[in-house]
C-alpha cells in the first residue's frame, strides 16, 4: 500500500486525497449506528450487568465458546461499548460456525429481560447478534429472538468470578477503557497541533461535499424544496427520531402543506398524520389545549385523516428533544419559509456579504421561539420550566449539517459560485457545535490524551472531521487497525 504523509506530500487537492484513502478502506459504510444502554451498578448478590459487561470487552473468556443452541462462536472484535440508549456493545463481529456476523451484543443477567426491558419492542436493538447472559435460560424460556445466539458467560471464564470482579475494580474504570485507543492514536500523538488540523479539516471538507452531494442528488430526484424540507425534518428528529421525522416530511410534501388554507390546517395534518393528536377518551389533555386539539382533529379529518405508521422513540430523551416539541418547530420553520424553504434560504444567503454573516444570519433564521408552547412537553404535560422550541444549539447543529451544504449544493447547481463559496467558506469558520457522547468516543479512540480533542478541534469543521474518519475508517473496518490505510499513512 502507498503511504502517505499527513505533513503536507499530499495530492491536491487534500479533499482528493482523503477520498483515495477512505477508497482503500476494504469494507463499505455501514448504516447510521445505534448507540448504547447505560445500565449502571446494581448492589447484588450476582455479578452486576456492568461487571458482564467488563467481562465481555475484556474477553476474559476460555475458548472454545459455544452458544446455548451448540453453535461455535468465535469473537472477531466484541465490538464497541458505549454509553447511551441500545445495545450495550456495537460495531461486534463474530464467527457462528464459521460464517461472519456483524452488528450489536445485548449483555443481560438473563435472558428474559430481553423482553421485561422491551427490547423486543424497540427498532435500536433490531441488528443485534449475539445476546450474552449471566444465568442459563430456564426450561421453557424463549429462544432468542431471530438467528441470535446466546451465549452464557459463567461456564466460559477461566476462574472464579469474585476473582475477575476484584481484578478489574470496575469503580475505577475510566470512559478510556471502554473505548481504547485505536492504532493511528499514539502516531497522531506526536503530530503538532496544525498538522492534525490540516488532517481534521480536510476530513470535515470531505464530509460537507459528500452531504452537499446527497442534498443536490435528493433535489434533482424529488425537487429542491421536498430534499430541504425532508433533510430539515430528519435533522430536528436528533438520532432517535431521524428516520420518523424525514418520513414524516415525506408523508406531508410541501406541495400538500402549501395547498392548505392555513397554519392550523398545516398543523393538524402533521399532528395527525405523525399519530400525535391525543384521543380524549384515553389521554387527560390540559385544558389550555382542549379547544385546539378538537379544531386540530376536525381539521386532520377533512384531509383524509390519514396516519403514517412511524416508530417514535421517546425512551431516554431529553424533554426538549421529545418528538412532539420537533415536530412543533418543525411547523413553525414551514410557516417561516411559506412552503418555499429554497426561496427563503437563498434571500437569506444572497443578502449576506460575508461567511462570518450568512452563518449567523442563518442560526438566527433556524432558532424557533414561540412564547405560547415554550412550556409545552405533550398534550397532557408541561415542562417545569418554559424553553425554545428550537434552541440556538440545535439550530448551529442544522446549519453545519443541512443549511451550508445545501446552499453550496443549490447555488453551485444554480451557477451562483459566490453563494456556494459563502456557504463553504462559513462552514470552516463555524464555532465548535456542542460535544456529545459520540464525539467523546471518537475522541477517545483517535486522541492520546482526549482532552486533545479542545486543542486540535478547535471549529465545527475540525469536529466534524473527526466524525468522518471514525465513520470511514474505524466503523468501515470493523476497528481492523492492521487494516486501515489511515493508520498506515505516515
Not at 161 to 166: D, N, S, V
Not at 420 to 435: D, S, T, V
Request: aromatic letters at 8%; charged letters at 25%; hydrophobic letters at 45%.
Amino acid at each position: 500500500m502507498q503511504r502517505v504523509d499527513w505533513d503536507g506530500a499530499v495530492p491536491d487537492p487534500w479533499v482528493a486525497w482523503y477520498r483515495a484513502l477512505r477508497a482503500a478502506a476494504p469494507r463499505p459504510r455501514p448504516e447510521e449506528p445505534v448507540i448504547a444502554e447505560n445500565n449502571g451498578v446494581d448492589e447484588d448478590f450476582q455479578p452486576a450487568e456492568l461487571f458482564l459487561q467488563a467481562l465481555w470487552r475484556e474477553q476474559r473468556l476460555t475458548t472454545p465458546l459455544r452458544a446455548t443452541d451448540g453453535r461455535c462462536l468465535e469473537v472477531v472484535a466484541p465490538g464497541v461499548w458505549n454509553v447511551g440508549a441500545g445495545p450495550d456493545f456495537r460495531d461486534a463481529r463474530l464467527l457462528v460456525d464459521g460464517r461472519e456476523q456483524r452488528g450489536a451484543v445485548e449483555v443481560h443477567r438473563t435472558l428474559k429481560d430481553w423482553w421485561r426491558h422491551g427490547h423486543d419492542r424497540d427498532p435500536a436493538y433490531a441488528n443485534v447478534i449475539l445476546h450474552v447472559v449471566w444465568e442459563p435460560p430456564a426450561a421453557g424460556t424463549a429462544a432468542p429472538p431471530g438467528d441470535a445466539p446466546c451465549l452464557v458467560l459463567g461456564p466460559a471464564l477461566p476462574v472464579e468470578w469474585q476473582a475477575l470482579f476484584t481484578e478489574l475494580r470496575l469503580s475505577a474504570w475510566p470512559y478510556a477503557r471502554r473505548v481504547p485507543p485505536g492504532g493511528c492514536a499514539l502516531k497522531l500523538a506526536w503530530r503538532e497541533d496544525d498538522v492534525i488540523g490540516r488532517l481534521l479539516e480536510t476530513a470535515g471538507m470531505t464530509r460537507f461535499h459528500d452531504k452537499a452531494g446527497t442534498l443536490l442528488r435528493a433535489g434533482l430526484t424529488q425537487g429542491f424544496d421536498q430534499g430541504l424540507f425532508e433533510a430539515v425534518f430528519a435533522a430536528l428528529g436528533y438520532r432517535a427520531n431521524r428516520e420518523a421525522m424525514r418520513r414524516l416530511a415525506a408523508e406531508t410534501p410541501l406541495a400538500e402543506l402549501g395547498g392548505l388554507p392555513d397554519a392550523r390546517h398545516r398543523l393538524a395534518l402533521l399532528l395527525g398524520v405523525a399519530g400525535f393528536l391525543p384521543d380524549r377518551t384515553r389521554v387527560p389533555v390540559l385544558s389550555e389545549h382542549r379547544i385546539e386539539v378538537e379544531e386540530w382533529w376536525r381539521l386532520w379529518w377533512q384531509t383524509g385523516g390519514r396516519r403514517a405508521d412511524l416508530a417514535w422513540v421517546r425512551a431516554g430523551q431529553r424533554p426538549l428533544n421529545r418528538p412532539e416539541r420537533r415536530l412543533l418547530a418543525g411547523a413553525a420553520l414551514v410557516e417561516r419559509w411559506e412552503c418555499r424553504p429554497v426561496r427563503w434560504v437563498t434571500r437569506l444567503a444572497t443578502g449576506c456579504s460575508t461567511p462570518r454573516a450568512l452563518w449567523g444570519e442563518l442560526v438566527r433564521a433556524f432558532t424557533v421561539r414561540d412564547d405560547r408552547l415554550a412550556g409545552f412537553l405533550a398534550f397532557d404535560k408541561q415542562l417545569r420550566q418554559g424553553a425554545l422550541l428550537l434552541g440556538e444549539t440545535r439550530a448551529r447543529d442544522i446549519v453545519v449539517n443541512v443549511a451550508l451544504p445545501f446552499l453550496s449544493a443549490h447555488a453551485r447547481q444554480s451557477g451562483d459560485l459566490a453563494v456556494a463559496e459563502r456557504a463553504e467558506a462559513a462552514y470552516r469558520e463555524a464555532p465548535r457545535l456542542q460535544g456529545n457522547r459520540r464525539l467523546t468516543e471518537v475522541a477517545h479512540r483517535l486522541l492520546v490524551p482526549p482532552s486533545r480533542l479542545a486543542t486540535v478541534a478547535v471549529n465545527a469543521c475540525r469536529q466534524q472531521g473527526l466524525l468522518e474518519i471514525y465513520r470511514d475508517f474505524c466503523e468501515t473496518l470493523g476497528h481492523q487497525c492492521a487494516a486501515c490505510p489511515l493508520a498506515a499513512a505516515e
